[in-house]
């Protein structure tokens, strides 16, 4: 069935340090591949999301690349401040109207 | 832009008892609301999909008679909990979407941590 692999957190940073979130998916047929974010105290917003094989979706200083050759759809940010402190989700949609989804990593940035 | 509100946050309640979780769409009618479950260090993983007058569709392992879904109106759905017990203890995220927005417009609540002691 279809899956997300999410590296696993707590993921500590100091601020402007490169951050990388791994994710991994399975798959049947061709998914939308979408990174949300929760900030304390409120729900998950979309941060980025690509529906196709080498898209790069990106906002807000994050991207990630839909890399279907190593079914992959990692998150990179070269700078990360304070205020990106949250937990990241990654998540998959095929055919059906819901969503997959991964683990969440934390993402705690220092000053 | 669109928002969700989900209540309550948190919430401890004895086991044995009932407790309902609300999610509102604010400013835009919600035709189709999902229901979410999140235990420690695991994924999201969907309970039930619930259409504004229709019975909701439940996930696989889901007992439908001990998480009541109702969604009664384009606005609100709630989630009741029956005779919760102690492995009910989770987080429950809802989200929201609507029919014109391409499968793209999913709004989620805040979330509720329920704790049954």
């Known amino acids: 069935g279809d899956s997300v692999t999410q590296m696993e957190g707590p993921v500590t940073l100091s601020e402007e340090a490169f951050l990388t979130i791994n994710c991994t998916y399975t798959?049947?047929?061709?998914?939308?591949l979408f990174w949300y974010v929760q900030y304390p105290g409120e729900g998950l917003q979309l941060l980025l999301k690509?529906?196709?094989?080498?898209d790069k979706g990106s906002n807000k200083g994050f991207e990630a690349t839909y890399r279907k050759e190593t079914t992959s759809f990692h998150l990179e940010k070269g700078s990360v401040q304070v205020s990106d402190s949250a937990v990241y989700f990654c998540?998959?949609?095929?055919?059906?109207?819901?969503?997959?989804f991964g683990t969440g990593t934390r993402l705690t940035v220092i000053p | 832009g669109a928002v969700v509100s989900q209540h309550p946050s948190r919430v401890i309640c004895k086991s044995g008892t009932s407790v309902k979780i609300e999610c509102r769409s604010l400013?835009?009618?919600?035709?189709?609301m999902f229901w979410y479950r999140q235990f420690p260090k695991q994924s999201l993983m969907l309970m039930a999909t619930?259409?504004?007058?229709?019975?909701?569709?439940?996930e696989q392992g889901v007992e439908k008679d001990k998480f009541l879904i109702n969604h009664a109106s384009l606005t609100l759905s709630t989630l009741t909990v029956t005779s919760a017990h102690p492995e009910d203890s989770s987080f429950y995220i809802c989200?929201?979407?609507?029919?014109?927005?391409?499968?793209?417009?999913?709004?989620f609540g805040s979330g509720t941590r329920l704790t049954v002691v």
């Open positions: 989200s929201a979407t609507t029919s014109d927005r391409g499968g793209w417009g999913y709004t």
């Open positions: 798959a049947t047929g061709y998914p939308s």
């Open positions: 690509a529906t196709k094989a080498d």
């Open positions: 998540a998959l949609r095929t055919g059906a109207n819901n969503l997959f």
């Open positions: 400013d835009f009618q919600a035709t189709t």
């Open positions: 619930s259409n504004e007058g229709s019975k909701a569709t439940y």
